[in-house]
């Protein structure tokens, strides 16, 4: 897991924080080599253990605070507040506080141990790129959130997401229209909200979770259907008439994790597009489903695992359910998804890039995610072709076997443990990256 480095600060005093209002820190976040003001995370952490909360401190700045507990493990927390570019403000007692301002993906996060007494604290943060993807050609995003338009206007740019799906409706009751299931969704515009250029959502997308039919509970699993217009009027099941309606009017369909007991048939019935490689529990703070809804085959097992573990072997687990569909015949595209509005993770944790060499529109963004030109992290990057194309790519011979030539480059901020190629599910050759000076490592074989 991501662990961010340590700094100790200077505390300087001026003019900066006397013209805000009163407050015992204040502080600003811009990019180190430009200068210029950044939209990111922050923490503030008191030595006594509570967390605490820093507010915009300049007219037309925003700040969203975010507050999530996960009630089976009581250390998986998540308490942050993302900040617009301008200046930020906090109320604190006197003593000693650990402040740390992370921004999605491509910059090291920073952490410095500050001292409140008598006079205010300045702090004036800058964050490294370590990795500039937009420079490359890819454009990130997630297809699972739950936050209003408002707050996604401040965190899609505070977390440098390029694209975002909030799940506007919500249903968890078997054969219960979406349209029924408003809640939060009358709030959201029907066409695509423009943050910046680089930077949308798209405001109208479907959860159905079904925990119960009738009046009994009765677990169906997830799927969910994106880039829609109108409310959906049907329920589910049956399954497979909602996805194949959703399809023809060039929606997605993306199933959640496959660990519910229904969720193998869910890749039949429906057809989905997407698969949420890296789901809502992968987490920045400690893990905490231990156990799974339904245990992996036994042919899955070993390496993929059986009935729980940690974080390493749910990761496993819900590769080789990945792997299955594709061994399967079922061409289902990686995507990421946190549920960051429910669960204690930021938005954009788990992450799908997306490769549009020739520049960004919401448009190309979505072909591109469909065609499968796109890789999911929760950290590193993977820059890899076959046969010198791009992810997504179909290979066809009319007799004999298909020579692939695979090259690429995988680059972390954090030391990588090891580098698979994966082969009809198995992993056919493992490269072991140096540790700990270059945590780069080039890949260049034949399969």
């Given at each position: 897991?991501?662990?961010?480095?340590?700094?100790?600060?200077?505390?300087?005093?001026?003019?900066?924080?006397?013209?805000?209002?009163?407050?015992?820190?204040?502080?600003?976040?811009?990019?180190?080599?430009?200068?210029?003001?950044?939209?990111?995370?922050?923490?503030?952490?008191?030595?006594?253990?509570?967390?605490?909360?820093?507010?915009?401190?300049?007219?037309?700045?925003?700040?969203?605070?975010?507050?999530?507990?996960?009630?089976?493990?009581?250390?998986?927390?998540?308490?942050?507040?993302?900040?617009?570019?301008?200046?930020?403000?906090?109320?604190?007692?006197?003593?000693?506080?650990?402040?740390?301002?992370?921004?999605?993906?491509?910059?090291?996060?920073?952490?410095?141990?500050?001292?409140?007494?008598?006079?205010?604290?300045?702090?004036?943060?800058?964050?490294?790129?370590?990795?500039?993807?937009?420079?490359?050609?890819?454009?990130?995003?997630?297809?699972?959130?739950?936050?209003?338009?408002?707050?996604?206007?401040?965190?899609?740019?505070?977390?440098?997401?390029?694209?975002?799906?909030?799940?506007?409706?919500?249903?968890?009751?078997?054969?219960?229209?979406?349209?029924?299931?408003?809640?939060?969704?009358?709030?959201?515009?029907?066409?695509?909200?423009?943050?910046?250029?680089t930077h949308v959502i798209w405001p109208r997308n479907t959860e159905y979770e079904i925990f119960t039919v009738g009046a009994k509970q009765h677990t169906?699993g997830a799927m969910f259907v994106l880039n829609h217009h109108e409310p959906l009027a049907a329920g589910v099941p049956p399954w497979g008439k909602v996805?194949?309606?959703?399809?023809?009017?060039?929606?997605?369909?993306?199933?959640?994790?496959?660990?519910?007991?229904?969720?193998?048939?869910?890749?039949?019935?429906?057809?989905?597009?997407?698969?949420?490689?890296?789901?809502?529990?992968?987490?920045?703070?400690?893990?905490?489903?231990?156990?799974?809804?339904?245990?992996?085959?036994?042919?899955?097992?070993?390496?993929?695992?059986?009935?729980?573990?940690?974080?390493?072997?749910?990761?496993?687990?819900?590769?080789?359910?990945?792997?299955?569909?594709?061994?399967?015949?079922?061409?289902?595209?990686?995507?990421?998804?946190?549920?960051?509005?429910?669960?204690?993770?930021?938005?954009?944790?788990?992450?799908?890039?997306?490769?549009?060499?020739?520049?960004?529109?919401?448009?190309?963004?979505?072909?591109?995610?469909?065609?499968?030109?796109?890789?999911?992290?929760?950290?590193?990057?993977?820059?890899?072709?076959?046969?010198?194309?791009?992810?997504?790519?179909?290979?066809?011979?009319?007799?004999?076997?298909?020579?692939?030539?695979?090259?690429?480059?995988?680059?972390?901020?954090?030391?990588?443990?090891?580098?698979?190629?994966?082969?009809?599910?198995?992993?056919?050759?493992?490269?072991?990256?140096?540790?700990?000076?270059?945590?780069?490592?080039?890949?260049?074989?034949?399969?």
């Amino acid at each position: 897991m991501f662990q961010p480095s340590v700094l100790t600060t200077v505390l300087s005093l001026g003019a900066f924080a006397a013209t805000l209002s009163a407050a015992d820190l204040c502080g600003s976040v811009v990019d180190e080599k430009s200068g210029q003001p950044l939209a990111a995370r922050v923490y503030i952490l008191g030595q006594d253990g509570a967390w605490h909360f820093v507010r915009s401190a300049a007219p037309g700045g925003s700040a969203v605070r975010y507050e999530k507990r996960n009630g089976i493990n009581r250390n998986a927390v998540e308490m942050h507040t993302t900040v617009s570019n301008q200046p930020f403000a906090a109320d604190l007692p006197p003593g000693r506080y650990v402040v740390t301002v992370e921004r999605g993906k491509e910059y090291f996060a920073v952490t410095r141990e500050v001292t409140v007494a008598a006079e205010p604290v300045e702090l004036r943060i800058p964050l490294r790129r370590w990795i500039d993807m937009t420079e490359r050609g890819w454009y990130s995003g997630e297809t699972h959130i739950h936050r209003t338009p408002d707050e996604l206007r401040n965190v899609v740019l505070a977390e440098d997401l390029n694209v975002a799906f909030p799940l506007s409706f919500w249903v968890t009751r078997a054969f219960t229209s979406p349209a029924a299931e408003v809640r939060g969704a009358a709030d959201f515009p029907r066409d695509l909200m423009s943050v910046d250029a680089t930077h949308v959502i798209w405001p109208r997308n479907t959860e159905y979770e079904i925990f119960t039919v009738g009046a009994k509970q009765h677990t169906l699993g997830a799927m969910f259907v994106l880039n829609h217009h109108e409310p959906l009027a049907a329920g589910v099941p049956p399954w497979g008439k909602v996805a194949h309606a959703s399809l023809a009017r060039e929606a997605m369909i993306d199933v959640d994790k496959l660990d519910w007991p229904f969720a193998m048939l869910l890749p039949q019935a429906a057809s989905p597009e997407l698969y949420e490689l890296a789901n809502n529990h992968v987490w920045r703070t400690e893990f905490a489903f231990r156990t799974w809804n339904c245990p992996a085959t036994p042919y899955l097992q070993p390496p993929y695992g059986g009935r729980g573990g940690g974080e390493r072997e749910w990761v496993h687990y819900t590769l080789g359910m990945y792997y299955t569909l594709l061994n399967c015949g079922l061409a289902v595209v990686p995507t990421a998804g946190t549920a960051n509005g429910v669960h204690p993770v930021p938005a954009g944790f788990s992450r799908v890039y997306v490769h549009l060499p020739g520049g960004f529109t919401y448009e190309k963004w979505v072909a591109g995610l469909k065609a499968g030109r796109s890789f999911v992290t929760t950290g590193p990057m993977l820059f890899a072709t076959v046969n010198g194309q791009d992810p997504g790519e179909t290979f066809r011979a009319d007799c004999g076997p298909v020579r692939l030539r695979i090259a690429g480059t995988v680059r972390s901020e954090q030391p990588l443990a090891f580098i698979e190629v994966i082969r009809d599910g198995r992993p056919a050759l493992t490269f072991m990256p140096p540790q700990p000076a270059d945590h780069r490592r080039s890949i260049r074989d034949r399969l």
